[in-house]
T-cell receptor
Framework: DAGVIQSPRHEVTEMGQEVTLRCKPI?????LFWYRQTMMRGLELLIY????????DSGMPEDRFSAKMPNASFSTLKIQPSEPRDSAVYFC?????????????FGDGTRLSIL | AQKITQTQPGMFVQEKEAVTLDCTYD???????LFWYKQPSSGEMIFLIY??????QNATEGRYSLNFQKARKSANLVISASQLGDSAMYFC?????????????FGSGTRLLVRP
């Protein structure tokens, strides 16, 4: 079974550029989560969607960050303009409702470096 | 207050021995779930084991087991017969049911190093 697919795996870009991270959740999952992982702050939830609708974006750090989920099989996280402090690993995860104990399944992450 | 506390930033264990990674949590929700994830050096997050707050038995999954002590609000991960491939970061996480959200709250992690 295909897991959560993220692209790109690595992104290096210059400050001020627009960055777009992509995620394809597991088919049939109705929740999608975007996390950011840094040494200083650990794993932080940025935003999550239920049935393609953003539910909680309180973790999005600034207006420079935006996320969309146009359909059940695709989501993007965009940073515009990017800054060096945005350098981190960004994870997408998906899960399904229903049976208790359903874990969130994570993608392999995008390692983002802003120079 | 921290909802998930992992007090061991790093641990060593000898290959083939058992190791316990600590996790304590804080919640007033009677219904919650606890998860453990492994993050090897390659970076991916791998789900290991789940314990529900109403589960009567401690969860087990192969060499992984959870020492769930509800009154103490602890959910320690036990890895038996450690292998070199167990060297990784381990994260404890909690999901509370009260707001019908499926958010996970993560601890800061424990880095485990298995010595040959």
């Amino acid at each position: 079974d295909a897991g959560v697919i993220q692209s790109p795996r690595h992104e290096v870009t210059e400050m001020g550029q627009e960055v777009t991270l992509r995620c394809k959740p597991i088919s049939g999952h109705d929740y999608l989560f975007w996390y950011r992982q840094t040494m200083m702050r650990g794993l932080e939830l940025l935003i999550y969607f239920n049935n393609n609708v953003p539910i909680d974006d309180s973790g999005m750090p600034e207006d420079r960050f935006s996320a969309k989920m146009p359909n059940a099989s695709f989501s993007t996280l965009k940073i515009q303009p990017s800054e060096p402090r945005d350098s981190a690993v960004y994870f997408c995860a998906s899960s399904s409702t229903g049976e208790e104990g359903q874990p969130q399944h994570f993608g392999d992450g995008t390692r983002l470096s802003i120079l | 207050a921290q909802k998930i506390t992992q007090t061991q930033p790093g641990m060593f264990v000898q290959e083939k021995e058992a190791v316990t990674l600590d996790c304590t949590y804080d919640t007033s929700d009677p219904s919650y779930g606890l998860f453990w994830y492994k993050q090897p050096s390659s970076g991916e997050m791998i789900f290991l084991i789940y314990q529900g707050s109403y589960d009567q038995q401690n969860a087990t999954e192969g060499r992984y087991s959870l020492n769930f002590q509800k009154a103490r609000k602890s959910a320690n991960l036990v890895i038996s017969a450690s292998q070199l491939g167990d060297s990784a970061m381990y994260f404890c996480a909690m999901r509370e049911a009260e707001d019908s959200s499926y958010k996970l709250i993560f601890g800061s992690g424990t880095r485990l190093l298995v010595r040959p």
